[in-house]
């Protein structure tokens, strides 16, 4: 378990760290200069049968509160350090109100210099600093008098201090580490430390850093100051990293050490607001602020989500904008200072790491964020009959540390159903077939004579509006299912076809024939229409109810070409390079200049080649279009 210390400038926390310990958390040159803490420092207490304390040691001066929120934010106990001689000062109210936004509720008061008081002024102290915590996470904990110099209490205190308890963080989640120091060590490299946030770091591991997403590989590692082979959650480790890129400029105090799974940085996070109750102001929409979390600490904007203010002591959700990516994770817990730094204004939990850049306040997204606010056995359950109706299984493992096995246990136990990544519940699933086979049968009905519809506009006619991937989830499944079928580039039902009257079936064969034969320079219209006898409106309604069908292509009015021709066409405009002439296209096809030109035309209308001049290139994505090319 970690112990942090709290309290305000010259309360003697660093000097009861050392009567605890034995250890001067005041390494810096400057700290021992002017008698003072500046950054976090750390100490360790053996207590010779195995278990251990350990202690962050943060600095109460007013300017250094970043540096202990730094350390703040990995503890598992407060130690808040109140001076008999001097009582409640402005840092031991903000020390205690990050406490209580962080939602720690262990923790002991010491009653520090009490070899400078007498026993009146001890229990006066006592009486105020009680009641400062009656309002807060720590209320009721106990307050004992100590004394550095004398050594008074300090026993008691480290006995209390253990029954305290142990980590309450998980080692069942992915590896993260929250980084607050890093620096090289001569011979080994690059080494970081902090606080293992969830899971288990070993030897070995393949590890990132995020936001960077640089690799670094575990070669050695101290847990609590020991040499070990692996570090869990709730203890503070130094990890000596290796990796390509790996160097101390590319480290910072901030960044997380994770599994490469739970790298996915955000710099939109939904959350749940909570403004003290010592503001003066409401707080207002876009307002902003410094945003602590872990050990990160980043300038940001606070959009309020349900309001334009918010009131002293409420809270509400909203989303904290951040000028750049960090990582972060539901559950974990933010504090937020005014925009000149000067005090501690609101605390947050997050609700969604990943909040979206639109929509971000509408009655459907604030209905998925309550229940997002869920614990995680029910959160699934809940979201799953949002409006959304899906659930992105990996985003969802994601936000919250869960394993994939554990994510499909969730779901299962929601009575979800698993579909390319997306969780359901059944009767979702029921429903959305409902819409794809009753919009594909009115569509059917309302164009008898056309094949089915491009995907892209059945999704924007369903009743339903899915976002494209989920859209195409549900496809892949009802395909699947055989409830739809994909003919071409075109969905059906499998009972729909088109066919053709005997008439128009013998007069096609006779017309596929002469647009096999010459392939690359096709008889237009009206020569079918004088060589068959056929008047020529009767030939272009034949025509283009097979271009419907997808065997012929339009490629200039009156002019088609065999689908598989197009696709050929394609494969040797591709086959000349990356700069070439109509000329040369002309050359391969043998078939004119002007259809020459006609077809490019065409390529250039569906984005399969860009024109520059004279000179065309084809697009990549685009070659697919009319399928394969033959042969
Ligand atoms: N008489 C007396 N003096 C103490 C005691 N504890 C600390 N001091 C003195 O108080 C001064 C400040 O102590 P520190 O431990 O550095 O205080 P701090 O809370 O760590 O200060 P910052 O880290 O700068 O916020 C030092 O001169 C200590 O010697 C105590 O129990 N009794
Ligand atoms: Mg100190």
Same mark, same amino acid.
């Given at each position: 378990?970690?112990?942090g210390?709290?309290?305000?400038?010259d309360?003697?926390?660093?000097?009861l760290v050392k009567?605890?310990?034995?250890v001067d958390a005041?390494?810096l040159?400057?700290?021992?200069a002017r008698?003072?803490?500046?950054?976090?420092?750390?100490?360790y207490?053996d207590?010779?049968?195995g278990?251990?304390?350990?202690?962050?040691?943060v600095p109460?001066?007013?300017?250094?509160?970043?540096?202990?929120l730094?350390?703040?934010?990995?503890?598992?106990?407060?130690?808040?350090?109140?001076?008999?001689?001097?009582g409640?000062?402005p840092?031991?109210?903000?020390?205690?109100?990050?406490m209580?936004l962080l939602?720690?509720?262990?923790?002991?008061?010491?009653l520090?210099?009490a070899?400078?008081a007498n026993?009146d002024?001890?229990l006066?102290r006592?009486?105020?600093?009680?009641t400062?915590?009656?309002?807060?996470s720590?209320?009721?904990?106990?307050?004992?008098?100590v004394?550095?110099?004398?050594g008074?209490?300090?026993?008691?205190?480290k006995?209390k201090?253990?029954?305290l308890g142990?980590s309450g963080?998980?080692?069942?989640g992915h590896?993260?580490?929250?980084v607050?120091r890093?620096?090289?060590?001569?011979?080994a490299?690059?080494?970081v430390?902090g606080?293992?946030?969830?899971?288990?770091?070993?030897v %070995? #591991?393949? =590890?990132?850093?995020?936001? *960077?997403? /640089?690799e670094?590989?575990?070669?050695?590692?101290?847990?609590?100051?020991? !040499?070990?082979?692996?570090g869990?959650?709730?203890?503070r480790?130094a990890?000596?990293?290796?990796?390509?890129?790996?160097?101390?400029e590319?480290?910072?105090r901030?960044?997380?050490v994770?599994s490469?799974d739970?790298h996915?940085?955000?710099d939109?996070?939904?959350?749940?607001?909570?403004l003290?109750?010592?503001?003066?102001?409401?707080l207002k929409h876009?307002?902003?602020?410094?945003i602590?979390?872990g050990?990160?600490?980043?300038m940001g904007r606070?959009?309020?989500?349900? %309001? #334009?203010? =918010?009131?002293?002591?409420? *809270?509400? /959700?909203a989303q904290?904008v951040?000028?750049?990516?960090?990582?972060?994770? !539901?559950g974990?817990?933010?504090i937020?200072?005014d925009?000149s730094?000067?005090?501690?204004?609101a605390g947050a939990?997050v609700?969604d790491?990943?909040?979206?850049p639109r929509n971000?306040?509408?009655?459907?997204?604030l209905?998925?964020?309550?229940?997002?606010?869920?614990p995680?056995t029910?959160?699934l359950?809940?979201?799953l009959?949002e409006?959304?109706?899906?659930?992105?299984?990996?985003?969802?493992?994601?936000?919250?540390n869960?394993?994939?096995?554990?994510?499909?246990?969730l779901?299962?136990?929601?009575g979800?159903?698993k579909?390319?990544g997306?969780?359901?519940?059944a009767?979702?699933?029921a429903a959305?077939?409902?819409?794809?086979?009753?919009?594909l049968?009115?569509?059917?009905e309302?164009?008898?004579d056309a094949?089915?519809?491009p995907?892209?506009?059945?999704?924007v006619?369903?009743?339903?509006?899915w976002p494209?991937a989920?859209?195409?989830?549900l496809l892949e499944?009802?395909?699947?299912?055989?409830s739809v079928?994909?003919?071409?580039?075109?969905?059906?039902l499998p009972?729909?076809?088109?066919?053709?009257?005997?008439?128009?079936e013998?007069l096609w064969?006779?017309?596929?024939a002469?647009l096999?034969?010459?392939?690359?320079?096709?008889?237009?219209v009206r020569?079918?229409?004088e060589?068959y006898?056929?008047a020529?409106?009767n030939v272009?309604?034949?025509?283009r109810?097979?271009?419907?069908?997808?065997?012929?292509?339009?490629?200039?009015?009156?002019q088609f070409f065999?689908?598989p021709?197009?696709?050929?066409?394609?494969?040797i405009a591709n086959?000349?390079?990356s700069?070439f002439?109509?000329?040369?296209?002309?050359d391969?096809?043998?078939?004119g200049r002007k259809l020459?030109?006609l077809?490019?035309?065409?390529?250039?209308?569906?984005?399969?080649?860009?024109?520059?001049?004279?000179?065309?290139?084809?697009?990549p994505?685009?070659?697919?279009?009319?399928?394969?090319?033959?042969?």
């Open positions: 378990m970690i112990v210390t709290a309290g305000h400038i309360h003697g926390k660093t000097a009567a605890l310990t034995g005041d390494r040159k400057e700290e021992k008698g003072i803490t500046i950054d976090l420092g750390y100490a207490s207590l010779g049968d278990r251990q304390l350990g202690f962050v040691d109460g001066h007013e300017r250094f509160v970043h540096n202990m730094a350390g703040a934010t990995g503890i598992d106990a407060a130690l808040l350090v109140v001076s008999a001689a001097e409640i000062k840092q031991t109210v903000e020390h205690l109100q990050i209580d939602g720690l509720d262990r923790g002991i008061v010491a520090t210099k070899d400078l026993d002024q001890l006066e006592m009486a105020e600093v009680e400062l915590l009656s309002s807060t720590l209320k009721g904990a106990e307050i004992i008098p004394s550095a110099i004398t008074q209490g300090v026993d008691e205190l006995s201090l253990l029954t142990e963080k998980g080692t069942a590896a993260r580490l929250a607050d890093c620096f090289l060590l001569p011979g490299g690059v080494v430390t606080t293992v946030h969830a899971g288990e770091i070993r %070995g #591991d393949h =590890l990132l850093l995020s936001p *960077s997403g /640089l670094a590989r575990v070669r050695s590692l101290h847990a609590q100051n020991r !040499a070990a082979e692996v869990h959650a709730g203890e480790c990890l000596n990293l290796s990796g390509a890129r790996l160097s101390k590319a480290v910072k901030g960044d997380w994770v490469p739970l996915a940085p955000s939109r996070l939904d959350v749940e607001l909570k003290l109750a010592s503001e003066e102001e409401p876009w307002s902003p602020a410094h602590h979390l050990a990160a600490h980043v606070i959009a309020l989500l349900d %309001g #334009d203010r =918010l009131m002293p002591g409420s *809270s509400c /959700l904290l951040l000028d750049e990516k960090i990582g972060a994770l !539901a974990d817990r933010v937020l200072r925009a730094a000067l005090r501690t204004i939990a609700v790491p990943f909040g979206p971000r306040r509408t009655p459907r997204r209905a998925e964020l309550r229940a997002l606010r869920h995680d029910a959160v359950p809940a979201l009959r409006e959304a109706g899906h659930v992105d299984l990996a985003r969802f493992g994601i936000a919250r869960l394993r994939a096995a554990e994510v499909e246990r779901l299962m136990e929601a979800g159903t579909v390319a997306f969780g359901f519940l009767e979702t699933l959305a077939r409902d819409d794809l086979v009753g919009t049968k009115s569509f059917h309302a164009s008898p094949l089915g519809l995907p892209e506009r059945l999704r006619t369903l009743k339903k509006r494209p989920v859209f195409a989830a499944h009802e395909v699947a299912a055989r079928t994909i003919d071409g580039a075109l969905v059906r009972g729909h076809s088109l066919t053709l009257g005997a008439k128009d013998a064969k006779k017309i596929a002469d096999t034969r010459e392939r690359f320079k096709p008889p237009r020569d079918f229409a060589t006898g056929v020529e409106p272009r309604k034949l025509l109810q097979l271009a419907k069908l997808g065997r012929v292509v339009e490629v200039a009015p009156d065999l689908r021709v197009v696709a050929e066409m394609i494969a086959g000349l390079g700069d002439t109509a000329a040369q296209f002309r391969k096809l043998d078939n020459a030109i077809i490019l035309e065409f390529f250039d209308r569906h984005g399969i080649t860009i024109r520059r001049g004279d000179l065309r290139r084809t697009v994505q685009k070659l697919g279009q009319y399928g394969p090319a033959p042969g």
